[in-house]
T-cell receptor, first 112, second 113 residues
Framework: DGGITQSPKYLFRKEGQNVTLSCEQN?????MYWYRQDPGQGLRLIYY???????QKGDIAEGYSVSREKKESFPLTVTSAQKNPTAFYLC???????????FGQGTRLTVV | SQKIEQNSEALNIQEGKTATLTCNYT??????LQWYRQDPGRGPVFLLL?????KEKRKERLKVTFDTTLKQSLFHITASQPADSATYLC????????????FGKGTMLLVSP
């Protein structure tokens, strides 16, 4: 089955620690994206990548970092510099936006 | 920057009725507009895309309209069912020069039996 997989589903970390969220897709999509969703808020773009070894900042990139070493993988690191990291993180991929985006099931990160 | 407005209040309707959700946007008119469904604790699922030169698009019980003059899209679910209860998100291409989507906050639909 083709799809996009995020892991883990729930993640707890202590304040001040970096944490990496995994996102893998087997849809052969070039473009991948990370969004953040807070209660009552829309999805906000963190980073995106249109091609391997290249990525761009989105609207709220501060305190986050990404890598795109393989087409299938686009991990997101939430660093200690992110002031408010507790949120629901969504990874997506697409061939192009006209066909819609495929989203993973999300990772709920709680920082205590 | 592009702003998207969706009704923040939940829409409650009776099973069998038609649900109509609204998406309004400001600034420039996008080349296309998309609708997604999101269930609690899950990622959004793509439903429909409508282009600026299309007035209406249908898929089974779903219908989307796109009025670039009013800067508005309407999303209809006919013969609604309790299983249609979810949050529905409107999304437009971002106007900041790169090919990504800007999402509205979504409207929750509750269909009661």
């Amino acid at each position: 089955d083709g799809g996009i997989t995020q892991s883990p589903k729930y993640l707890f970390r202590k304040e001040g620690q970096n944490v990496t969220l995994s996102c893998e897709q087997n849809l052969n999509h070039d473009a991948m994206y990370w969004y953040r969703q807070d209660p009552g808020q829309g999805l906000r773009l963190i980073y995106y990548s249109q091609i391997v070894n290249d990525f761009q900042k989105g609207d709220i990139a501060e305190g986050y970092s990404v890598s795109r070493e393989k087409k299938e993988s686009f991990p997101l690191t939430v660093t200690s510099a992110q002031k408010n990291p507790t949120a629901f993180y969504l990874c997506a991929s697409s061939i192009n936006w006209s066909g819609g985006a495929f989203f993973g099931q999300g990772t709920r990160l709680t920082v205590v | 920057s592009q702003k998207i407005e969706q009704n923040s209040e939940a829409l409650n309707i009776q099973e069998g009725k038609t649900a109509t959700l609204t998406c309004n946007y400001t600034n420039y008119s996008p080349a296309y507009l998309q609708w997604y469904r999101q269930d609690p604790g899950r990622g959004p699922v793509f439903l429909l895309l409508i282009r600026e030169n299309e007035k209406e698009k249908r898929k089974e019980r779903l219908k989307v309209t796109f009025d670039t003059t009013l800067k508005q899209s309407l999303f209809h679910i006919t013969a609604s069912q309790p299983a249609d209860s979810a949050t529905y998100l409107c999304a437009l291409e971002t106007d900041s020069g790169y090919s990504t989507l800007t999402f509205g906050k979504g409207t929750m639909l509750l269909v009661s039996p």
